[in-house]
């Protein structure tokens, strides 16, 4: 196999802590009710996927969360709130983690995002960690920027194009098994990370 020259890592799960029930308790407390505070399942809506692949802007999707909970008055703070309270932050020894990398590999991030999720996660790294998270990589690939998302194929295979890495030199790192899958089917070295583990273990599985 091609010795590995550039690293993909995904940001949530992997990267970043995350917390799926409180935003649950958060819409909860707006007056969300039923099948809105399930949220793996809300995930699914089409009004996420389309906030995540910016083909709908913030406003349009605060206008049809307001919708949904039959909530008109619920405010865009209050929804941004409730919203960004899934995301935790990027513990100290993963920031130091990728410091180490940088210079050895090239990196490169590719996140299923929002507008919303972003532009709070950015400063809340920069007031946790005193810098820009963006320092970090080489380029980031955030899904309502490039308008694709995974486990797309196309998505991998923007990525790969924009990015003009050589796929069989690149290791992808995901915490979802249908992301790894896609990638691999672009070409990719994949590994399934599981969230709470050591990043450290991914040169023990697929960097020798």
Same mark, same amino acid.
């Given at each position: ?28 407390? /707006?007056?969300? +009710?039923?099948?809105?505070? !399930?949220?793996? $399942? ?16 913030? =406003? =349009? ?16 703070? #209050? ?21 180490? /990398? ?6 490169? /991030?590719?996140?299923? +995002?929002?507008?919303?999720?972003? $532009?709070?996660?950015?400063? *809340?790294?920069?007031? &946790?960690?005193?810098?820009?998270? !963006?320092? /970090? ?14 486990? #797309?194929?196309?998505?991998? $295979? ?9 796929? &069989? =030199? ?7 098994? !249908?992301?790894?899958?896609?990638? *691999?089917?672009?070409?990719?070295? +994949? ?5 709470? +583990? ?7 599985? &697929?960097?020798?």
């Amino acid at each position: 196999m091609p010795s590995i020259k550039n690293i993909i890592f995904d940001l949530g799960g992997v990267l970043l802590d995350l917390d799926f029930m409180a935003p649950v308790n958060a819409f909860r407390q /707006l007056g969300a +009710t039923g099948s809105f505070t !399930e949220f793996r $399942e809300t995930l699914k809506d089409p009004v996420f996927r389309n906030l995540e692949t910016g083909l709908i802007s913030p =406003e =349009e999707f605060r206008n049809q969360i307001r919708f949904k909970m039959g909530k008109p008055s619920v405010t865009n703070q #209050q929804i941004d709130q409730a919203w960004c309270s899934i995301l935790g932050s990027v513990p100290v020894e993963k920031v130091s983690f990728l410091k180490q /990398l940088q210079g050895k590999f090239r990196l490169f /991030l590719y996140s299923n +995002t929002n507008q919303i999720h972003i $532009e709070y996660f950015r400063n *809340r790294f920069l007031s &946790e960690h005193s810098f820009h998270f !963006e320092d /970090l990589f080489d380029q980031l690939f955030y899904s309502h920027v490039i308008h694709d998302r995974k486990p #797309q194929l196309s998505g991998y $295979e923007k990525v790969i194009a924009l990015s003009g890495v050589i796929p &069989e =030199e690149t290791l992808f790192v995901d915490d979802f098994a !249908e992301n790894t899958e896609a990638a *691999r089917q672009a070409g990719l070295v +994949t590994y399934h990370y599981l969230p709470g +583990t050591d990043l450290n273990l991914i040169f023990d599985h &697929e960097m020798k």
